[in-house]
């Protein structure tokens, strides 16, 4: 099945990367430039589509980014230290944007005639983000159908969406993934922060999986009290 990864260059996306490409079902890669406050991760995403051999489609949407503000990912706003499961970590919230890549995502598809799209909502993110819920996948995958009924018949696939960031570390460790060559942290300093809620669960993630974290973090030890596994 020719499936296509939405690839931020994050862990779980480069996971995920690995995970279709082991399978031989890795078509492409498709990245967006949407506004973000850094695109450093945009980098790993392009090195990953090279380490795998496959096309890297990086779009360019950062005029429709602008026009989605308030969100500590996209403005000059703080981002806030500390779990995802807290409702500090609700500002960086940017509104649809899931549902607008995916709907980029499954016209690519059709264009290249692959079979499926794969994003890597998982579990971990439900809490804040209401377009990487088990629903909306649904939803979004009826839609598509709806969409190209009678012209294309392209999958929403999303294997980790009822799963756990520590499984996602634990498949991609299966799949041979290069953690230290994917990045996740909000802030894009020259080191992950350790304290930002994407560093805090990574970090988490790596611990509950049992697979070593090869990452380096200015604050290594934040996400015990974060977690409440200090001690």
């Known amino acids: 099945m020719k499936t296509i990864v939405i690839c931020s260059g994050g862990m779980d996306s480069v996971a995920l990367a690995h995970r279709y490409a082991a399978s031989g079902d890795l078509h ?3 990245s ?6 850094h695109a450093k991760e945009l980098d790993f995403a392009a090195a990953c589509a090279r380490r795998l051999g496959v096309p890297h489609h990086l779009l360019n949407i950062s005029a429709i980014g602008a026009a989605l503000g308030g969100s500590a990912l996209t403005d000059d706003i703080d981002v806030p230290d500390g779990h995802y499961a807290e409702e500090t970590m609700r500002i960086t919230v940017v509104p ?18 692959a079979d499926a799209v794969a994003t890597a909502v998982h579990g971990g993110d439900h809490f804040i983000y209401p377009d990487c819920r088990p629903g909306f996948v649904e939803a ?9 009924e009678g012209y294309a018949d392209v999958k929403l696939l999303t294997p980790y969406v009822h799963g756990t960031k520590a499984d ?3 498949d991609g460790a299966r ?11 909000y802030k894009g300093g020259d080191l992950h922060c350790g304290r930002c809620g994407t560093c805090v669960e990574r970090r988490e993630a790596f611990h509950l999986a049992g697979v070593a974290d090869p990452t380096i973090y200015e ?4 996400w015990r009290s974060a977690t409440g596994q200090e001690g």
């Open 219 to 222: 604050d290594p030890d934040f």
């Open 175 to 185: 799949n041979g993934t290069p953690f230290d060559q994917t990045w996740s942290c």
């Open 96 to 113: 649809n944007r899931n549902a607008i890549m995916l709907s980029i995502a499954f016209g690519l598809a059709v264009a290249q005639k």
């Open 32 to 37: 967006f430039h949407y506004g973000q406050r």
């Open 140 to 148: 979004f995958g009826a839609m598509q159908a709806h969409a190209l």
């Open 28 to 30: 492409a890669l498709l």
């Open 168 to 170: 996602i570390a634990a």
